[in-house]
């Protein structure tokens, strides 16, 4: 009887999730087109943070990335705060980094511990007027920092997501990918609609005067993980849900590796959704239950 009873609630959520993210597609089916025009003009700065730890090979294939990225090299600083990693690519990274001598390119070590830790550490460091967040194993289309810099030529925007897609092969990174992709969507339609739910630290830009503003981070430390939530929540409260913008369109999509083992794939989830006590918006604590129950 027990079975029953959990095969029914199982089934409730799955039907459930199902529509919602049925909802919010046919939302993101009416997004005006993003186009970047011919003769666009680059204006602002872009520092991008990336957080590293461990996996070198991963933070090279990341660099090289950016590196053959279409945006004004003078205008692009790129700064690897290794979080504690023992290893470090530092001669790989040198000489992919000599072929680009005009971006301004640091790497640094975290002054503490912690992803968040290692975020203000970058910003420390950080000159452009926006501050571009990533992660050492994603992949970006040679546009990618175009689209997310033309993003803000609105002054009302403050905080910009772009939408992240997951590859990689077997059973467990299909439904990761699959799994992953529902959630972006609700993301994404979220931002569209102006009601905020998630955005991913793979594809996050912040004008860098906003961050040290509302220092997203006070009082959240202890916490591990979350610096994408907590600074979306930061920037909503300062500065209303208007001012966080998004950039849906597959230029701006950033590729990161799926879980490749159900132990990854479960800690993940539930990781996100036990974290739910902590957020502040009432819609995303209900996304983060709503997660960690039906997994």
């Known amino acids: 009887m027990t079975w029953i009873f959990s095969g029914l609630i199982l089934f409730f959520l799955v039907v459930v999730y199902c529509y919602r993210v049925s909802t919010k597609t046919k939302c993101l089916k009416k997004a005006p087109a993003c186009v970047m025009p011919i003769q666009q003009q680059v204006i602002r700065s872009l520092s991008v943070i990336i957080p590293f730890h461990d996996r070198p090979q991963a933070l090279l ?4 990335s950016l590196c053959a990225q279409q945006f ?14 023992e290893e470090f690519p530092d001669e790989a990274l040198k000489e992919i980094t000599s072929l680009y001598s005009e971006i301004s390119f640091m790497c640094t070590h975290n002054k503490g511990n912690g992803k968040k830790q290692a975020i203000l550490t970058g ?9 571009v967040l990533t992660d050492a194993d994603c992949i970006y289309p040679p ?6 810099e033309a993003g803000f030529a609105n002054p009302e925007i403050h905080l910009l997501g772009g939408p992240v897609e997951k590859t990689g092969e077997g059973f467990v990174a299909e439904l990761d990918k699959a799994d992953y992709a529902g959630m972006m969507l609700w993301g994404m339609a979220s931002l569209l609609q102006k009601r905020p739910v998630l955005v991913s630290s793979c594809n996050l830009a912040v004008r860098r005067e906003s961050f040290q503003k509302t220092k997203p981070f006070a009082n959240n430390m202890s916490i591990a993980g979350g610096d994408d939530i907590f600074l979306m929540q930061a920037i909503e409260r300062q500065f209303g849900a208007e001012s966080i913008g998004v950039m849906f369109t597959e230029q701006a999509k950033v590729y990161t590796e799926a879980c490749n083992s159900w132990a ?4 993940s989830r ?5 974290k739910t006590r902590f957020y502040l918006q009432s819609r995303t604590a209900a996304l983060a239950s709503f997660i960690l129950a039906l997994h």
Do not use: K
Not at 143 to 148: E, K, N, T
Not at 270 to 274: A, T, V
């Open 61 to 64: 294939h990341c660099v090289s």
């Open 143 to 148: 546009h990618w920092l175009s689209f997310m």
């Open 123 to 131: 910003l420390e460091n950080a000159t452009g007027e926006v501050m």
């Open 72 to 85: 004004p090299h003078q205008l692009l600083q790129i700064i690897i705060v290794n979080d504690g990693s």
């Open 264 to 267: 990854a794939y479960m800690r």
């Open 270 to 274: 539930i990781r996100w959704g036990g």
